[in-house]
C-alpha cells in the first residue's frame, strides 16, 4: 500500500509563492517518476509538472519559468515550488507517482487559491 501525503496548499496573493511537498510511503514500490497535477473548477485534470528518476524535468507551457519541481529520490519526495502565482493558477493540485512497474498512485489533492 502506498500513501502520498502533500503539504503547503492555501491561500495567496496573485504575484506571491508557494510550496508544495508529497512525501510517498508504503512498501513494495520503487519510485520512478513523479510529478503534479491540478484541477480547477469546471475543467479536467492537467499536468503541471514531471520529475523522473534519471534527472529529466517537464514543465508545462503555463507554469514555464515560474515553477521549479524537485525530487529528494532518498526520502520519495517531490517538491513544486511556485511563483509569481496567478488568479489562474487557483486548483486542486494532485502528486502523482509512477513506480517502475508502471503502477500510478494519486494523492488526495490540496487546494491552492490565489486571489487577485
Known amino acids: 500500500q502506498v500513501q502520498l501525503a502533500e503539504s503547503g496548499g492555501g491561500l495567496v496573493q496573485a504575484g506571491g509563492s508557494l510550496r508544495l511537498s508529497c512525501a510517498a510511503s508504503g512498501s513494495g514500490f520503487r519510485v520512478d517518476i513523479m510529478g503534479w497535477y491540478r484541477q480547477a473548477p469546471g475543467k479536467s485534470r492537467e499536468l503541471v509538472a514531471r520529475s523522473f528518476r534519471g534527472g529529466q524535468i517537464l514543465y508545462v507551457e503555463p507554469v514555464k519559468g515560474r515553477s521549479a519541481i524537485s525530487m529528494n529520490n532518498a526520502k520519495n519526495t517531490v517538491y513544486l515550488q511556485m511563483n509569481s502565482l496567478k488568479a489562474e493558477d487557483t486548483a486542486v493540485y494532485y502528486c502523482?507517482?509512477?513506480?517502475?512497474?508502471?503502477?500510478?498512485?494519486w494523492g488526495q489533492g490540496i487546494q491552492v487559491t490565489v486571489s487577485s
Open positions: 502523482n507517482i509512477e513506480d517502475v512497474n508502471g503502477r500510478q498512485y
